[in-house]
């Protein structure tokens, strides 16, 4: 047991943690997520490459199941799961992904569409043509090996890589504080600009930059941004424009369709193709009849039909805006140099790959200079063997076994032990004058060759040149036409909102609940009805002629507005009930609408149409505030959220909200549930921003709440008041006397013992006004003020008539609007608030 004891360690847990995440960083770092600098590969994929090509499964070989070679590599050098190295397997295969292709597959690999590849035990595969450029000189000692995960086998540590792949292919990758983006270039411009670092090694960024043009990605598309390429290749990051390559294709009758041919890189096919659909769907962009996808083995080919007499440039253009037909591609080089992850510039990769492949004809040579050495001891042996042969055979005749004659031909002959070895093998056709002449002839091309590589060992300069002679074969055999275009400057996307939505003259409802549509005025004029279709116990807010360019302002109890272009609205029926907000928005639950406005600006108008025009906010703790019209503008995210009309203190709301302009004497009356009134002129509320708190409205009570706010001009405006117990009255503006902001006023009604009114809300009115008094029973009550006596100030009004049927009553509003003397709504809809 003391010997037990004495094996445990006490370590801390932050210790352990800090112990085993270290470890297994530096794993995924160096072995697993990024890759190397000299071959361009993850160990994953040069593991498939190794053991396809130990496996015989080269280009020039028949293809075999893709789960052979996975359970190749799995089973002898990749300690990991079979689906990640078939995934890694089908990637290398895939040829919108990588620039030259190192797998070449049959069966589904997949699709651009995001289409998943057909299981292992489906596809076929083999080496591509030009991994055997990657692969090639691998048994002359070239690279290094490592043992296997379980001691077994040996592996390399990094492949020949005759060709710059990291700069071809690309690489992406995530691992632990580390990832890299690396996108692949064209081959024959890699090559120039390794053989141009090779020949001028103290060149710039930028010379080598005259042989790279850019990124040439495998799915083509435009590049845009020159100086952004060049930041990015000079640092190691940068960011830079891809756009899909696109045509304008005219049909007959007028119409046109915007055809793409190519997409920015690693962009879903399907997913772009739904997206645009979706614009469609949505009313987004005006002009578009279908979307279609006519892709098929001679390429990409997305097809936006639009309709007649639509600007197709415009729509272009909005569609770059709003999809990933135009996406940013980021730079990030980072790649495992020296056995540690490195952001390299485009001159440090090829310098990286220089050193790396000047090493490999290095060892390669010098592993074919000790061959040939080996091999023209032999053919020395061999020669001098002619001139003595009778001698040896009778030596050899004269001997008992193999191992006997050997020895005997050294002793008397002076052969060295392999010089020995090759001659009792030899066969005897091998003993004719023709063969003499084949072995002289040999000894001369051997000699010849050791001269070369000594050449090659002793003067870099001659094994520059033979790197180069070797890059400009492969160049000649593989190279291919550029697929990426790259344009100088970065082209800008301007969009002419009015060119791509249509005017059109509609009509706009609101209710209380939250129900907004527009309505065509076609289907409006042939209803059978002018009622706009309610839901029990709901009615309009907002209820106008208005124009497509026009938008909407709606102000909510807890202090925001939603800013909504009319053009977005969902056209619906005016028979058909409208959508609700709370589809589109994201509300509280408790948020209400309390008013709509036709907002400041014309679609088709840089400028405000009114300076003057104000929104008055009032809230419940008694804060009052005005805010100009043209303050309230479109926002990022205007399409889901709301934004900040007026900063509320915790658990306040605003009760009313009321337009108001500048430039006239108007006055405002502020009601509280107490049933205080207060009375003065709006030129005293300050007019703030949308994020001010406001200044004070009326002096309240501790117990007392703001109920209500009407503003007006004359002092003969009539008011009716709805009280919780059901009564109503009317009264007129002077029973109030003109005061200043801040003053608590005077009680609009007689204060009982027992049950005291106290207000529900307060209406401006004339005297022919239509008002609703609404129970909670969903029972309401339609009158005209005239119905309503006019009272003086310390009176309670009459009881609402069908109280017993109205149950409590909950609020007072007025009379649902109507369009039925507006049915020609073409010159209404054009005035501005």
Known sequence: MGTIHEQIEDLTFTNIIEDRFGRYSKYIIQDRALPDIRDGLKPVQRRILYAMYQDRNTYNQPYRKSAKTVGNVIGNFHPHGDSSVYEAMVRMGQDWKFREPLIDMHGNKGSMDGDPPAAMRYTEARLAKISDALLQDINHETVDYAL????????????????????????????????????????????????????????????????????????????????????????????????????????????????????????????????????????????????????????????????????????????????????????????????????????????????????????????????????????????????????????????????????????????????????????????????????????????????????????????????????????????????????????????????????????????????????????????????????????????????????????????NYLYIPVHELPDIRWKDMGVHLSQHYQLEADERILSVYRGAYHLDQAESRDETTAILMLTQQGMIKQTLLKDFVQFRSYRSRSSMAMKLKVGDQIVATMLTQQNEQQQILVTTYDSYCVRYPVSEVSTLGLKAQGVIAVNLRDDDYVVSGNTFVDDTQQFVVLTQRGNIKRFRADEIPLTSRAARGLTLLKELKSQPHRIIDVLAVDETTPVVVQGDTGHFVELTSEEIPLSARLTNGSAVQELDQLGRVVALHPANLTLADQEDTSDSANTSQ
């Open 148 to 559: 296997n995960f379980d001691d077994t086998l040996e592996e390399p540590v990094v492949l020949p890589a005759r060709f710059p792949n990291l700069l071809v292919n690309g690489a992406t990758g995530i691992s632990a504080g580390y990832a890299t983006d690396i996108p692949p270039h064209n081959l024959a411009e890699v090559i120039d600009a390794v053989i141009h670092l090779i020949q001028h090694p103290n060149c710039t960024v930028e010379d080598l930059l005259t042989h790279i043009q850019g990124p040439d990605f495998p799915t083509g598309g435009i590049i845009y941004g020159q100086d952004e390429l060049k930041e990015a290749y000079r640092t190691g990051q940068g960011k830079i424009v891809v756009r899909g390559k696109t045509e304008i294709e005219k049909l007959k009758a007028g119409k046109s369709q915007i055809v793409i041919t190519e997409l920015p890189y690693e962009v879903n096919k399907s997913k772009l193709v739904q997206k645009l659909d979706e614009i469609r769907l949505d009313s987004q962009l005006e002009g578009i009849v279908e979307v279609r996808d006519e892709s098929d083995r001679n390429g990409v080919r997305v097809v936006v039909e639009l309709k007649r007499d639509v600007n197709p440039q415009d729509v272009l253009n909005y569609l770059i805006k709003h999809s990933e037909i135009e996406v940013n591609y980021h730079f990030n080089m980072v790649a495992i140099y020296h056995r540690q992850p490195v952001l390299a510039n485009l001159k440090t990769m090829i310098e990286a790959y220089v050193e790396h492949q000047q090493e490999v004809i290095e060892r390669r040579t010098r592993h074919l200079l000790t061959q040939d050495q080996d091999r023209l001891h032999i053919v020395d042996g061999l020669i001098h063997l002619m001139s003595i042969l009778d001698e040896v055979i009778h030596v050899i005749r004269a001997s008992e076994n193999k191992a006997d004659a050997k020895s005997n031909i050294m002793k008397q002959f002076d052969f060295t032990e392999p010089q020995a070895e090759s001659i009792v093998s030899l066969q005897l056709y091998r003993l004719t004058n023709t063969d003499i002449v084949a072995l002289q002839n040999e000894r001369l091309e051997l000699n010849e060759r050791i001269a070369m590589y000594h050449n090659i060992l002793n003067n870099s300069e001659i094994l520059d040149k033979v790197v180069i002679q070797e890059l400009k074969e492969i160049k000649k055999t593989h190279a291919t036409p550029r697929l990426t275009q790259v344009e100088a400057e970065i082209k800008e996307v301007t969009i002419d909102a009015t060119l791509l939505i249509p005017e059109e003259q509609v009509i706009v409802s609101v209710t209380n609940e939250g129900y907004i549509k527009r309505t065509s005025r076609r289907s409006f004029q042939s209803s059978d009805t002018y009622d706009l279709a309610l839901r029990e116990m709901d009615y309009t807010l907002f209820l106008e002629p208005m124009s497509t360019y026009d938008t909407l302002i709606l102000l909510t109890s807890h202090g």
